[in-house]
């Protein structure tokens, strides 16, 4: 069976830094639990929740999470366990981060990430202009 691909629309975790900041503005307290959500994003999160429908594998575009974006996942790996969800610097080093590839279970290619998950692996912007996949970082959620 051949690869096909097809261009679709992706879009940011709604708890990521850099989009509560463009969707609320500067100076908004943050909630105590990432899915905490404030009254002004819950008509937006309805609608946002409608375009992402699936997974799937995906080059590119914004990671399709599975249980919270994957970019705190990898900012963490890179700071180390000292800095937890809220600190400053963890929200700056998960903003440094993009998607490169997403690979979602699937019983056809026979690829199963742990109990039907996805695996991601980010990438600094920096190291994907000068080709250095070497520095790309992986993660699985289920």
Do not use: N
């Amino acid at each position: 069976m051949g690869l096909t691909a097809e261009t679709e629309q992706s879009a940011p975790d709604l708890w990521l830094p850099q989009v509560r900041k463009a969707l609320l503005g500067e100076g908004r307290d943050r909630p105590d639990h990432p899915r905490d959500t404030s009254a002004e994003l819950k008509p937006f999160l309805r609608a946002f929740g409608r375009l992402r429908t699936r997974t799937g594998h995906q080059i590119g575009g914004h990671a399709v999470p599975v249980q919270g974006p994957v970019e705190y996942e990898i900012a963490h790996g890179a700071l180390g366990s000292m800095h937890a969800w809220g600190d400053r610097s963890h929200d700056q080093e998960a903003e440094r981060w993009v998607l490169l590839a997403q690979f979602d279970s699937d019983s056809d290619a026979r690829m199963e990430w742990g109990d039907a998950g996805t695996l991601y692996w980010l990438i600094r912007p920096e190291d994907l202009t000068a080709h250095r996949f070497g520095r790309a970082g992986p993660t699985v959620q289920c």
